[in-house]
């Protein structure tokens, strides 16, 4: 027996590794030349192909002269292709942070937002929208109130100095976010009802519709600062996952470590939600797939949770700007289809925690 | 190798112990004894580095272990917790691999050499065949054997144990005790709590009885496991009844 599962094994992980190194990223590739085409103004997946490699490689590929039809470009490069680029760039980002924090808090019912993270950075955004500031400014107090509110959690776990600091943290977020709540609700019913109240709402539950390219690039290279931490420190988080306690008696500095992965998720988080607003569930939920489709190993969950969060944030963003006639919030459709299928996997995963 | 100095411990500034001297030798394995809240696992959190020490010092071959980074102090003392649900559903595998932390830098991950002994702890300990389990998944004694060989994966040179036998059935119990004197067979000294004082004669050269945070008695066990110590430890009569044939020890309360 013992054996037959040492044969098994690395195949299993050589089947896992062509998974994620090769069918994933594959299939996500053909998701976004999809998302590309569908819209109010269908074009043709040849024709999508076509035309980001004539912009890409300047070359002309099947000889086709759609590549030329400057609508047809208009459409793919100009509309849709920014916004593709932010959902699989903020889908990652929110599922890598969510992977992060559940191992750090020992929690699988944590999203980036345990400590606070959405509620500052909304507040922010709030605070933005009231004082009508241009929006690179709304987006700017995002972020900077994101990481505020991070800060301040981390302070008051750090000053508090509990038996178990995990705990301390968890406990001084729901505090701090209760607080951060109540002040986007002072500013809600202070705001003009007619011009930023909508602003507002549209804000709190998150869409891409406005992402620019510029605004991209703005927040990428935090998205890449908050990353490194997460890639670099792949194995020793496993080690988190174990408790503080475990985690330093078997050689970790966790007050080292854990202040670099809490700033690391934090950064990305806050980048994130700084442009499209707040998007529920992605941090919480995909994780959780990623887990039951590679196992809790950080080394490959890391990867596997930023294919399927961006593949999920991609999809869901195709959703939101085609079921309807109106364009429908991020935030309502990532729970109108994550939570069905959150409990869907409560109900017949047999693993626990998976 | 571990020399305690005049040592108090306990959390903030309430001391649970204090004025425990005491030298560990290499390959030496001592079982602790103690009624609940006595300190033992107070103890065993300084002995590791967790918890500064509130007076004396606790000292690695001759080097005070406040003064080691963790990872100094890790590789030589290892600490087999209490047999524990772990929350992620890790492989038996990876789980024994994490035992190398103290062999890693920081952004480091395992190689081969690292796997390689993860692989001779689990051999090690028989448990060969359980490596591509789900740790969440196996029982409460071979949970108990793994996090025994994530301890040796890190090839420490004294291993602490709280409570090894804890919640195991009797069989399990025995091929833990087993383990342990192979342990010292190899050099590697031991430091375990037990509940059971006949699991002393099992497996340790000396016993140390800790009550009110003092240490009450330091020896061999045919001289320190007495009905009248463990009147005085535990508030109960107890027989200590030789085995001459099977030249074992073993205790049992004397009830009703």
Redesign the interface.
């Known amino acids: 027996?013992?054996d037959s599962?040492?044969v098994?094994?690395p195949a299993r992980t050589r089947l896992r590794g062509l998974g994620l190194g090769v069918l994933a990223p594959a299939a996500l590739l053909l998701l976004v030349l999809v998302s590309l085409g569908i819209g109010r103004y269908p074009v043709p997946l040849a024709d999508v192909v076509s035309i980001l490699a004539a912009k890409l490689l300047g070359t002309k590929l099947f000889g086709t002269s759609a590549a030329l039809d400057p609508t047809m470009q208009t459409v793919v490069l100009q509309v849709r292709l920014p916004r593709v680029l932010g959902a699989l760039v903020v889908g990652a980002g929110l599922a890598a942070a969510g992977a992060t924090y559940q191992?750090l808090f020992?929690?699988?019912l944590v999203s980036p937002d345990i400590l606070g993270v959405s509620a500052g950075a909304s507040l922010g955004a709030v605070l933005g929208i009231v004082l009508s500031l241009p929006v690179a400014a709304i987006q700017g107090l995002a972020f900077a109130g994101g990481l505020a509110a991070v800060g301040t959690v981390y302070a008051i776990g750090f000053a508090v100095r509990r038996?178990d600091p995990v705990l301390t943290l968890v406990l001084a977020g729901v505090a701090v976010g209760a607080l951060l709540g109540a002040a986007i609700s002072l500013l809600k019913v202070l705001a003009d009802p007619y011009n930023q109240l909508p602003a507002i709402t549209f804000w709190l539950l998150g869409s891409l519709a406005s992402a620019t390219p510029g605004d991209l690039g703005a927040i990428l290279p935090a998205m890449g600062l908050g990353l490194a931490p997460l890639v670099?420190?792949?194995?020793?988080m496993?080690?988190m996952?174990?408790g503080d306690?475990?985690?330093?008696?078997?050689?970790?500095?966790t007050r080292r470590?854990r202040p670099v992965l809490v700033a690391g998720a934090t950064l990305v988080t806050a980048a994130a939600v700084s442009v499209t607003g707040v998007i529920g569930w992605v941090g919480l939920i995909v994780p959780h797939v990623a887990?039951l489709l590679v196992?809790?190993?950080f080394?490959r969950l890391l990867p596997a949770s930023l294919l399927l969060g961006a593949a999920y944030l991609t999809a869901v963003d195709l959703l939101a700007r085609t079921v309807a006639s109106i364009e429908v919030p991020l935030g309502i459709l990532t729970a109108l289809v994550g939570a069905p299928f959150f409990l869907w996997l409560l109900a017949t995963s047999r693993?626990?925690?998976? | 190798m571990l020399d305690i100095r005049d040592l108090a411990f306990g959390?903030g500034a309430r001391a649970v112990g204090t004025g425990l001297t005491l030298t560990l030798e290499p390959g030496e394995a001592l079982c602790l004894l103690g009624p609940n809240g006595g300190g033992k696992t107070t103890l065993f959190?300084t002995l590791?580095g967790?918890l500064r020490p509130l007076a004396g010092r606790v000292l690695l071959d001759g080097t005070d272990l406040a003064t080691l980074?963790?990872?100094a102090?890790?590789?030589a003392i290892?600490?087999v917790?209490q047999a524990h649900?772990?929350?992620?559903?890790?492989?038996v595998?990876?789980v024994v691999l994490?035992?190398r932390?103290?062999r890693?830098s920081?952004?480091?991950?395992?190689g081969p050499a690292d796997r390689a002994a993860a692989e001779r702890a689990l051999a090690a300990l028989g448990i060969?065949?359980l490596?591509?389990r789900?740790y969440?998944?196996i029982s409460g004694g071979e949970r108990q054997l793994a996090l025994i060989a994530?301890a040796l994966a890190?090839e420490p040179r004294l291993l602490v144990m709280d409570e090894p036998t804890a919640s195991l059935d009797f069989g399990n119990q025995a091929r833990v005790l087993s383990q342990i004197r192979r342990l010292s067979d190899l050099g590697i000294a031991v430091v375990l709590s037990t509940h059971d004082p006949g699991h002393a004669f099992l497996c340790a050269d000396r016993v140390a009885l800790l009550h009110g945070g003092r240490l009450v008695a330091l020896g061999p066990p045919a001289e320190t496991v007495t009905p009248d110590s463990l009147r005085l430890l535990y508030g109960v009569e107890v027989a200590v009844v030789p085995l001459p044939e099977q030249g074992r020890t073993v205790c049992t309360p004397l009830i009703g």
């Open positions: 027996m013992s599962a040492r098994a094994a191992g020992r929690n699988p038996h670099l420190l792949r194995w020793r496993n080690l996952s174990l306690e475990e985690a330093r008696a078997l050689g970790v500095e470590i887990r196992g809790p190993d080394r693993r626990g925690w998976a | 959390y959190k590791l967790l980074p963790r990872r102090i890790a590789q290892a600490y917790p649900a772990a929350l992620f559903p890790f492989s595998r990876d994490m035992g932390a103290s890693l920081a952004f480091a991950s395992p060969g065949h490596a591509e789900i969440t998944e994530r890190g």
